[in-house]
């Protein structure tokens, strides 16, 4: 199973807007804010693209499970793999 990542929230992505407006360099607001540079060009990026830091809407289907259904389910089959389930 895929970890799921964390969005950065939109306040932190407003503050690396900020920084970099006011000359901060990508590295200096990595080094501040703790978040990888790649990610500080990303969002700088997606900014000049959108014009906007609100995170969007995910394409595709809703999962059917939730994620407690989901744990559910991994700890059912961890505790008797190989077994049939019916």
């Given amino acids: 199973m895929v970890k799921p990542r964390?969005?950065?929230?939109?306040?932190?992505?407003?503050?690396?807007?900020?920084l970099n407006n006011s000359g901060v360099s990508?590295?200096?607001i990595s080094r501040r804010l703790a978040i990888?540079?790649?990610?500080i060009t990303d969002v700088l990026?997606?900014?000049?693209?959108?014009?906007?830091v609100e995170n969007t809407d995910r394409s595709g289907a809703p999962s059917k499970l939730s994620r407690r259904d989901?744990?559910?389910l991994l700890r059912?089959?961890?505790k008797k793999p190989g077994k049939e389930f019916g």
Wanted: charged content about 35%; glycine content about 8%.
């Fill in 6 to 18: 964390n969005e950065l929230s939109v306040c932190t992505k407003e503050a690396i807007v900020k």
């Fill in 26 to 28: 990508q590295g200096e």
């Fill in 36 to 39: 990888p540079r790649t990610t």
């Fill in 45 to 52: 990026k997606r900014f000049r693209n959108r014009g906007s």
């Fill in 70 to 72: 989901t744990r559910g």
């Fill in 76 to 78: 059912v089959v961890r």
